[in-house]
């Protein structure tokens, strides 16, 4: 069965930082995570950061953009968000999202989310 890890979460005051790290199951997984969304308090999912496994090309949610910073170990099969100059808004909870390796639907797979908080 496939695993999605995630850990990283917490409170912070706005301004500060958080490292979240999402790990499928180990080094050998077939899994690929790629992709960071969030769902905030009385609000639908919401895009946040996507890397490519081919090409390596990286996509940011407006939001985020030059704030957050998304990136990926391949040889411990673990994506990361970094997280920096936090405002209250990007509270939420965080969701990593993965894809099958070889054909399979986008988003095939995701974690079981993780709280970030940030105080005013």
């Known amino acids: 069965q496939v695993q999605l890890v995630e850990s990283g979460g917490g409170l912070v005051q706005a301004g500060g930082s958080l490292r979240l790290s999402c790990a499928a199951s180990?080094?050998?997984?077939?899994?690929?995570?790629v992709a960071w969304f969030r769902q905030a308090p009385g609000k639908g999912r919401e895009f946040v950061a996507r890397?490519?496994?081919?090409?390596?090309?990286?996509y940011y949610a407006d939001s985020v953009e030059g704030r957050f910073t998304i990136s990926r170990d391949n040889a411990k099969n673990t994506m990361f968000l970094q997280m920096n100059s936090l405002k209250p808004e990007d509270t939420g909870v965080y969701f990593c999202?993965?894809?099958?390796?070889?054909?399979?639907?986008?988003?095939?797979?995701w974690g079981q989310g993780v709280q970030v908080t940030v105080s005013s």
């Open positions: 999202a993965a894809n099958p390796i070889g054909p399979g639907p986008r988003y095939k797979y």
């Open positions: 180990g080094s050998s997984s077939n899994v690929l995570p």
């Open positions: 890397i490519t496994w081919i090409g390596g090309l990286i």
